[in-house]
């Protein structure tokens, strides 16, 4: 299709619910993307995280075509064997102390379930998340998630939630711990803006939660499978969650989130209380056992952890530089970059010199890239950030400059 029809139809006939950038995706390989205009493009917002392994891994794409040249197809109901080699392999990766999986088809939709698991484990109502959270936008994750914006209209809608301070010990010194059902935790903030909070801060949370009976859920959809450094993030602060859910690169592109949970709850949801149809999909499981066997088997955490101290100095470098870069901070590979004009700005500008960037809020550019990149695409990010900065500033002196 022509890419100037592919835009109008996706703009009369989408629901407006994306911040749309000009860009038509024609294919993609590793860390890059070619537009339809035959540019590249490098990729670090890979799907806001989703493509770990880079663009058209081999290894998922045939774990995939094998099981569809068997089925699309195989309900809950019935046993896949491509679902019982995901458990193992997932459960090879996990926390020891975790014993149950329930499979479903996103972020959101692992929340929802831990949720339920949570609700059903304590027969508490009240639940408890952070400031700056973002745990999806179902209405059960709506009503965790901080954001005004995503929450207001449906408030009414919506279950009663406490909210402690991100990294801020003191606020959970009043917060009710006794009477709430969980409290839901990024092990670092992602749409929050790529915010660290304090292991005393993790600790004491789980602690409060532990003394109080209250189930700490770890939610890695975006933190977790080695972005950051670590195989799960929340082992950088060393807490044991009860309950953790994963997202966004567990099904090589495929729909997929899985909510995990220790033994003392894996019997909390009774036959028919949390099913879909789609959960335990054949196709996503192939290619979750795929994606989870190339990262334990290249040690991907590791690449990230050595890639992000790399981004991370550059960034540092750009932030005391340009003077439109205001900080930078970040572990692994999920970093940012704060401005002091808005993303609405600057990333049209990246784009057009080869960078497509995720972000955060108004002024925060948020970088999930593919755990496999190298040194070079790094550096070739770091200096696509670093001249559109600078492009832009004298594009700003030269305005000024004219006016006076
Ligand atoms: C993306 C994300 C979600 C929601 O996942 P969806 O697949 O978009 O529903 C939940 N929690 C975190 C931390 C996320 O980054």
Request: aromatic share 6%; net charge neutral; charged share 25%.
């Amino acid at each position: 299709m022509d890419p100037a029809r592919v835009m109008s139809v996706e703009d009369s006939r989408l629901a407006r619910t994306f911040q749309k950038f000009g860009v038509v995706v024609e294919r993609a390989e590793g860390a890059h993307l070619w537009g339809a205009d035959g540019r590249r493009y490098l990729d670090f917002m890979a799907g806001y995280g989703v493509a770990i392994l880079g663009h058209g891994r081999r290894e998922v794409a045939e774990a995939i075509k094998a099981q569809l040249d068997r089925y699309a197809i195989c309900h809950g109901s019935l046993y896949s064997p491509a679902r019982a080699e995901f458990l193992e392999e997932l459960f090879s990766v996990l926390p020891g102390h975790m014993s149950t999986a329930y499979m479903a088809n996103s972020g959101a939709e692992a929340v929802e379930a831990a949720l339920k698991v949570a609700v059903k484990a304590t027969g508490r109502s009240l639940l408890m998340a952070a400031k700056g959270s973002y745990h999806g936008k179902t209405l059960g994750a709506l009503s965790l998630t901080w954001g005004e914006k995503y929450r207001r209209p449906f408030s009414q809608l919506l279950p009663r939630v406490h909210f402690v301070g991100y990294g801020d010990v003191k606020s959970l010194e009043d917060a009710p711990f006794e009477e709430a059902a969980a409290l839901f935790l990024e092990p670092v903030q992602g749409e929050g803006g790529v915010v660290l909070p304090s292991g005393e801060f993790m600790r004491e949370a789980e602690r409060r939660c532990r003394s109080s009976g209250c189930v700490l859920v770890i939610d890695e959809i975006q933190a977790g499978l080695g972005r950051t450094g670590r195989m799960w993030a929340h082992e950088h602060w060393g807490v044991r969650p009860d309950v953790m859910t994963i997202g966004k690169g567990i099904g090589g592109g495929v729909p997929m989130g899985v909510t995990v949970m220790s033994s003392e709850l894996s019997d909390a949801l009774k036959l028919g209380e949390q099913t879909s149809t789609f959960g335990g999909n054949p196709l996503a499981s192939a290619a979750g056992a795929a994606v989870l066997r190339v990262i334990r088997e290249e040690r991907l955490w590791e690449n990230a952890g050595r890639m992000g101290s790399r981004f991370l100095r550059g960034l540092e470098r750009i932030s005391s530089s340009r003077r439109l870069a205001e900080s930078s901070r970040g572990l692994g590979l999920m970093d940012a970059l704060d401005l002091r004009i808005s993303v609405a700005e600057a990333i049209p500008a990246l784009i057009s010199s080869g960078l497509i960037p995720a972000y955060s809020g108004i002024r925060t550019l948020r970088f999930l890239p593919p755990l496999v990149v190298g040194d070079a695409e790094v550096d070739e990010a770091l200096s696509i950030i670093d001249r559109t900065l600078d492009e832009i500033e004298r594009k700003k002196r030269s305005i000024i400059g004219e006016k006076n």
